[in-house]
């Protein structure tokens, strides 16, 4: 796995943790200076994120600085640029927020988020994210643990996959005007991957709900994969027998398969994947080597044996 401890990292791949603590111990004094005070509700929201115990699968690694990954992110709904969906995002309202369950499971229905988030144990943990464009930043997500979620709502035996949809309002989600991807946006697991103990929902990053710009109130991390997959602003997961077909799948199916385990030995038609810019580091600072399922493999490699990987994108 990519545990390493920060004597195993080179400094150029250590980025900022200082300021991550920083922003912790700047953050926790705010909450106890206003303790008792009528506070706006994103402080109370916040509040609630402060002091989650550390996940056992979270690495001891270097945190990538908050405003590089909350300011470079990939949100088509809203733009295809890295850095506009920091501001096109504001208008996006999180609350209420309902999830529905549909499918082959036992529970189905509209859930509001507030009533799932209160039966499931909200944990930190920093995962290694790799995305298909070639850049990795290493993020302190705070969420939940997806396979346990899932598992609430009593899947079937049918339930051989798991499809998550994003919202669709294209009239604050300007994306989706265009004919960019095919709306809305939809990804998808195996069973056996979503229910892997790595698998996780994130609801905050930082010690603070998520920016609207990183996905929220809600969405994916699934760290051994490219970041296409971790999907933002989930309203909607379905239980399918059958593979679900991608947004990314239905629009550049030779680009993007289904797996999309992190993979330095297979290029991306139009890119090699065998290096990775730190986000945030220096322009002089080397290129790291992708590792195989974005280092997780001791972990997640059971899951594949069997496939061929080259063709299982
Ligand atoms: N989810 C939705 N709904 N729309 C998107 O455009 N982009 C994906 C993924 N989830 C995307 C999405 C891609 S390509 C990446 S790399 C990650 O989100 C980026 O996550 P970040 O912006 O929080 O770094």
Redesign the pocket.
């Known amino acids: 796995m990519i545990i390493k401890t920060l004597s195993e990292i080179k400094s150029s791949e250590i980025t900022k943790e200082t300021h991550f603590k920083n922003r912790r111990k700047l953050i926790k004094a705010a909450a106890a200076s206003t303790a008792g005070l009528l506070l706006p509700d994103i402080s109370q929201a916040a509040k609630a994120y402060i002091n989650v115990p550390i996940g056992k699968y979270s690495a001891t690694l270097g945190v990538t600085d908050f405003e590089d ?1 909350a300011n470079y ?5 809203f733009t295809t640029n890295k850095t506009d969906s920091t501001v096109l995002a504001r208008g996006l309202k999180t609350t209420p927020w309902s999830v529905t369950i549909e499918g082959e499971a036992e529970k189905t229905g509209t859930f509001q988020l507030e009533d799932i988030l209160k039966n499931n144990l909200l944990e930190e943990r920093i995962y290694r ?1 790799r ?2 464009e070639a850049w990795s930043m290493v993020v302190p997500w705070i969420g939940f643990s997806l396979g346990k979620m899932l598992k609430q709502f009593k899947p079937t035996s049918k339930a051989k996959y798991v499809e998550f949809t ?1 919202l669709y309002d294209p009239d604050i989600m300007i994306g989706q005007r265009s004919k960019v991807l095919h709306w809305p ?1 939809v990804e998808g697991l195996r069973m056996d991957e979503a229910m892997h103990p790595l698998a996780f929902m994130a609801t905050g990053m930082y010690d603070d709900i998520l920016p609207n ?3 929220a109130p809600l969405r994916l991390v699934v760290p051994w994969k490219y ?2 997959k ?4 989930i309203v909607k997961i379905r239980f399918t027998e059958k593979m679900p077909l991608t947004a990314w799948n239905r629009s550049a199916p030779n680009e993007y398969g289904f797996y999309a385990n992190v993979n330095p030995n297979v290029s991306h038609p139009r890119w090699s994947q065998s290096r990775e810019r730190i986000l945030g580091a220096s322009i002089f600072t080397p290129k790291r080597q992708t590792e195989i399922f974005n280092g997780y493999g001791a972990h997640v490699a059971k899951l594949y044996a069997g496939m061929n990987l080259s063709k299982s994108i």
Do not use: L, P, R
């Open positions: 990954a992110t990939n949100y088509y709904e994210f995305c298909v994003t946006y710009q990183n996905g970041g296409f971790s999907i933002k602003a």
